[in-house]
């Protein structure tokens, strides 16, 4: 998709925002969570979350894979590489989940609890489940907005012997379609390898990446956020477990803020994005050549103090000699959406 295309969606997606909220007496609510067990409306007015101080931390990089970067000479942008900017863009938020009062109610009843918990204005944050089997356990990280299901006990290895790529996929589409999720909906899958702990034992997922808008959702090291990621064990060929990001456009606050512009992308851009190149790298001095940009959104999840934002950016491919990489910047307005955090001092 090119950007010209991304700003006319988003574009178009703002005037909605604009053409439905025009002539409301609303006034936007600058709070994550609103009282009385309801949620906030999730069409909102024009910067409606107010000036956003939640900003990205910029990671400096010093390897693409295997392949180490360069020392920078200078970051190389060609002049037809960023577009005119105008307009306004969506940004979402998340505004939460109301408590079910009932349900807490009743447990805590059940168990004996005498907690004073009404007076303490509680949040839901997670939720646990076990099958009556004892064979499947249900996580719902209702901040992060996933969904795990967990096999439970160990599993011998298979008669069949290692899983190979193609056993591995079918493993995890079988599973996943097993629980009434069908990732075919998010394309083609891959698979990664790794460790869950330093210099731990490899491990085997098989993911589908997730397209949020219509765009590529990516987390704030410019890499895919999955809509469904399946671990597979390769010698019982048994799916282990299933994790599912509930991110959806339509179940999440949004609000319309001012595109950057240009001249702030171009020069965020000049000195290598948000994930620049480190400058304690070894070896020449070499260019960065900036090769291609995309529509992407960047995934700011929730933390003590903000709420989880998806912010619309634009992700940047470039050649350092024979290796590639990816840097971005937002796509929104520094004035209304501070690209980096304010550093506080005490």
Not at 56 to 76: E, I, M, N, R, T
Not at 126 to 145: P, S
Not at 187 to 205: D, F, H, N, Q, W
Request: aromatic share 8%; charged share 20%; glycine share 8%.
């Amino acid at each position: 998709m090119s950007v010209g295309i991304f700003a006319l969606l988003l574009s178009v997606a703002a005037n909605v925002f604009f053409l439905f909220t025009r002539g409301t007496d609303k006034v936007p609510s600058d709070q994550v969570f609103v009282t009385g067990g309801q949620e906030e409306s999730l069409l909102m007015g024009p910067v409606a979350f107010g000036q956003v101080q939640r900003g990205f931390v910029p990671k400096f990089q010093k390897a693409s894979g295997s392949s180490a970067f360069l020392p920078v000479a200078s970051y190389v942008l060609p002049d037809t590489l960023v577009p005119q900017t105008s307009g306004a863009l969506p940004l979402f938020r998340d505004q939460g989940v109301p408590l079910d009062e009932s349900e807490v109610q009743r447990i805590f009843e059940r168990l004996g609890v005498t907690l004073g918990w009404r007076d303490l204005q509680l949040l839901p944050t997670q939720q646990r489940w076990r099958t009556a089997d004892r064979l499947m356990e249900i996580a719902l990280d209702i901040e992060k907005r996933a969904l795990t299901v967990t096999r439970t006990g160990s599993f011998s290895p298979s008669i069949e012997g290692r899983a190979g790529d193609d056993a591995t996929v079918a493993i995890a589409r079988e599973f996943s379609m097993s629980l009434g999720i069908d990732p075919a909906q998010y394309g083609t899958p891959k698979i990664v390898e790794r460790s869950t702990e330093p210099g731990g034992p490899l491990k085997t997922y098989v993911i589908w990446p997730m397209i949020f808008n219509g765009v590529s959702l990516l987390d704030a090291d410019a890499q895919p956020v999955p809509a469904v990621q399946v671990q597979v064990g390769r010698l019982s060929r048994k799916a282990l477990s299933m994790t599912v990001t509930l991110l959806r456009p339509d179940r999440m606050s949004k609000s319309a803020y001012p595109w950057s512009p240009k001249a702030a992308i171009v020069a965020s851009l000049q000195e290598g994005g948000l994930l620049p190149i480190a400058k304690d790298t070894k070896g020449t001095k070499t260019n960065v050549v900036f090769t291609s940009l995309t529509p992407s959104y960047v995934l700011l999840l929730g933390d003590r103090e903000y709420p989880t934002y998806i912010v619309p950016t634009l992700l940047v491919e470039f050649m350092q000699g024979n290796v590639t990489g990816r840097t971005f910047v937002p796509a929104l307005s520094e004035a209304q959406f501070l690209w980096r955090p304010i550093v506080k001092t005490l």
